[in-house]
């Protein structure tokens, strides 16, 4: 079993920046891929961004140039860094983690609270 735990969220005014976390209880080596999803009140969970093992980077069009994701492997830790942010980011945002390419089981964390308003 594979533990995720989020940490960075908060209240943000528009433009402002976050970092969130995601702190694994394993490590994150040679993972196959891991992501940030984000989800708003009533909609559905969406992808933000993701990372695979190999280092490849996938952006939602409506984060690119804003966000970045990045990964820690000695800390066994995911990132986002949020800049610019608008109040339709606003969402509990949580990282997800998918360790092995022939299989589908993927681990999600509890999630962090992201709020932009003024």
């Known amino acids: 079993q594979v533990q995720l735990v989020e940490s960075g969220g908060g209240l943000v005014h528009p433009g402002g920046s976050l970092r969130l976390s995601c702190a694994a209880s394993?490590?994150?080596?040679?993972?196959?891929?891991m992501g940030w999803y984000r989800q708003a009140p009533g909609k559905q969970r969406d992808l933000v961004a993701s990372?695979?093992?190999?280092?490849?980077?996938n952006y939602v069009d409506s984060v690119k140039g804003r966000f970045t994701i990045s990964r820690d492997p000695a800390k066994n830790t995911l990132f986002l860094q949020m800049n610019s942010l608008k109040p339709e980011d606003t969402a509990v945002y949580l990282c997800?983690?998918?360790?092995?390419?022939?299989?589908?089981?993927?681990?999600w964390g509890q999630g962090t609270q992201v709020t932009v308003s003024s």
């Open positions: 997800s983690m998918r360790p092995s390419r022939t299989d589908v089981k993927t681990y």
């Open positions: 394993r490590s994150i080596f040679n993972i196959y891929t």
């Open positions: 990372i695979t093992g190999g280092g490849t980077i």
